[in-house]
Structures are given as structure tokens and as C-alpha cells.
């Protein structure tokens, strides 16, 4: 596992690959000193949560390092490397916890009720 931090540069589309896979890649541009500029993918429920983003937004994003190995029609090995996000949250965010990737539907469940306690403590009652 690594942690990325940066700017998001940009966003593809979803990609279905197969029935039952799909991708969406997006890139960002480190923060170091010589900046990178990096192609992370979310895959399968997890692209949803890329709309929770857009270019230009800095976040940190949580990584897996994942390598395989093709051999081409000559017979010689090539090796690819992907890194696959398991969770992305705002830089600076505070006590934004992050958006987990693995457990969307409890993230949605989770902002609706501190919007929901938000909108009851804005009410005006004295109770």
C-alpha cells in the first residue's frame, strides 16, 4: 500500500472492459519536488466514487501497487504495473474522514445523516 498525494489532472470515462469488469482512469500530478504526473484507476463500484471529484481538486489517494507480466508474439516478457485506488480524500480535509473506496453505500449513508443533523441543528427550536 502507498499514498499519493496531488492534483487531479484528469478524469476519463467509465471503460467496460467485460461483462463483468470496469475501470476509470484518472492522473495526478505529485506534489514533490519533481512533480509526476500518474495514471491511477478505480474498478468495478468503485469508479463511483470519482464523482466526488473533478480536475483541479487535491487529494490524497490510497494505493495499491499491482504488477503482471505479458509475453508478446516473439516469446519475450513484458511487465506492466497499475495502480489501483482503494481510497481517495480531500487534502486538508480536516476531520473529513476519507471516501472509502470498499464501502460506498456506508459513505452515502453517512453524509445524508450529518446533512441530516446539520439541517436539525439549523431549525430554530429552543430544544
Known amino acids: 500500500m502507498s499514498k499519493l498525494v496531488g492534483k487531479i ?4 470515462e467509465v471503460q467496460v472492459v467485460s ?3 470496469q475501470k476509470l ?3 495526478i500530478e505529485t506534489e514533490d519536488q519533481y512533480p509526476q504526473k500518474l495514471q491511477v484507476q478505480l474498478t468495478q463500484d468503485r469508479v463511483e466514487i470519482m464523482k466526488f471529484y473533478k480536475v483541479g481538486s487535491v487529494v490524497e489517494v490510497n494505493v495499491n501497487i499491482k504488477g503482471r507480466e505479458w509475453i508478446n508474439p516473439q516469446g519475450e ?3 506492466f504495473i497499475s ?4 481510497s481517495i480524500s480531500l487534502k486538508g480535509a480536516g476531520e473529513q474522514k476519507p471516501k472509502s473506496i470498499g464501502n460506498i453505500e456506508a459513505n452515502f449513508q453517512e453524509d445524508a445523516i450529518n446533512q441530516m443533523n446539520n439541517e436539525l441543528e439549523d431549525d ?4
Request: glycine share 10%; hydrophobic share 50%; no cysteine.
Open 124 to 127: 430554530g427550536l429552543p430544544f
Open 83 to 86: 495502480l489501483d485506488a482503494w
Open 77 to 79: 516478457a513484458k511487465y
Open 9 to 12: 489532472i484528469s478524469i476519463g
Open 25 to 27: 482512469e484518472f492522473v
Open 19 to 21: 461483462e463483468k469488469f
